[in-house]
């Protein structure tokens, strides 16, 4: 299997952060590195700025850079290097709104940062251990995801996605693409929708999928309906940001759609993610916080700029697909069939 390496974390003395520049993928392969002086502000720009992207890839993300806001401020007394962590810890989490990994990895590294009795340099050398172990964390979880995922796909089966959850959205292997990979013999083809308007389907998923020999196709956002139509596919697998206690579902723009025509022609719909990206204090999916980013990215691409100025923009990032119409919810845990309160509270009891 062809390795991408998201991010790559170099602990010590003098922290180093390596992020994917996903913005000029699959064009060029370039590495943006994050050092002290970076700190929790620098991050935080990567992350608002789709430098790195996907909650699990946020979320550990959000951790390096905490440690290397710890490592700037090393020098200071404890009690101080804490209130300096605490206004990181705010940047960061201000960065993109919606994926709750990002929180959940904050509220883990301030847990350390608000426990921790040794000095301020004991504290950074802490903060820098625990983001390491959340990478390999992130890592294990996906291909428990993608174990258990493999479960739900037959022979030959035709899957498609949306977005990209797979290496590049994570610390490696990926959440509905690591079902891919762990079911690759079995699938005959995977339909790639772009995914308008930053198009991480067209120039994330498609990449990894080549790199790795797995049989693709890119289709338009507004293809999928025409090849459901035809009987052409036979699940749709996508990622998620978060997932409220109902079991509604935060993901990435035209997700919903997707999920209607699903059960229109009777195909599964199924949501692949870590326990993390479940959110027990958003009741339902009207809560979840939904980010609206520039008009730019709407009106253009990579430089090309295709509508007329002046015109008016919505851009919302995200959009919340009932739990209804969800056919199973696949953790690391294991799979939760037809998610509902109940069941999510039973499976976040273990």
Known sequence: MSAVDTLRWHGGPAPLLELIDQRVL???IRYRRYDARAGAAGVARAI???????APAIGVTAACGMA???ARWRDLPRERLQDRLARGA???????PTAVNLSWALARCMRVATTHRGDAGALAAALAALAARLIREDVAVNRAIGRHGATLIGDGARVLTHCNA??????????????????????????VDETRPFLQGARLTAWELLREGIPCT??????????MQQGQVDAVIVGCDRVAANGDVANKIGTYALALVARAHRVPFYVAGPLS???PATATGAAIPIEERTAAEVTGHAGVHWAPDGVAVAHPAFDVTP??????????????????????AALLRG
């Open 323 to 344: 739990a209804r119409l969800v056919s199973a919810l696949i953790t690391e845990r294991g799979i939760v069939h037809r998610p509902n309160r109940a069941r999510i």
């Open 26 to 28: 699959p064009r060029r």
């Open 90 to 96: 705010a940047v960061l989490a201000a960065s993109r």
């Open 48 to 54: 608002a700025a789709m430098v790195v992207r996907g």
């Open 166 to 191: 797979g290496a590049l959205a994570t610390a490696g292997y990926g959440t509905a693409l690591g079902v891919v990979r762990a079911a690759r013999r079995r699938i005959a083809r995977v339909w």
């Open 218 to 227: 890119l289709i338009t956002d507004s293809m999928a309906a025409h090849f």
């Open 68 to 70: 290397l806001e710890a």
């Open 277 to 279: 990206t479940i959110d």
